[in-house]
């Protein structure tokens, strides 16, 4: 099922959502990224346990504080360059050559390990 937002070039909303049987997925184009959010709810889940540590994998990962050129945003995350050398299943290249993360990348990395960095820095 695709669900489409408002047209309005000023107004900052729910601009797509797609479901299926499996749960669905909004879309709000930010500055910066993907802005693709997804259900993540427990009754739509069995099995449910713990995972193995992600954290030496995750602690290599450079996160850095930036300013987007377009808004003057300031924002905390990663850049997508930055990981190809040591982390390319985590990067996405298009043919004309532009970069971003995963979605699932992003979110892991950019909103929780910069969390735990700024606690401790």
Excluded at 31 to 42: M, Y
Excluded at 49 to 73: E, F, H, N, Q, W
Excluded at 96 to 112: M, R
């Amino acid at each position: 099922m695709l669900h489409v937002g408002s047209s309005s070039a000023n107004v900052d909303s729910l601009a797509l959502r797609v479901q299926d049987s499996d749960g669905n997925c909004a879309f709000n184009p930010e500055s910066v990224d993907t802005a693709w959010t997804c259900s993540s709810d427990a009754r739509a889940k069995t099995n449910i346990k713990d995972a193995t540590s992600v954290m030496p994998y995750l602690l290599g990962i450079p996160i850095r504080d930036y300013t987007v050129i377009a808004s003057g945003d300031n924002k905390t995350e990663v850049i997508a360059q930055e990981l190809l050398e040591k982390y390319p299943e985590l990067v996405h290249e298009d043919n004309d050559l532009n970069f971003s993360l995963f979605k699932w990348a992003n979110n892991l990395i950019s909103q929780e390990l910069a969390s735990v960095f700024h606690q401790f820095s």
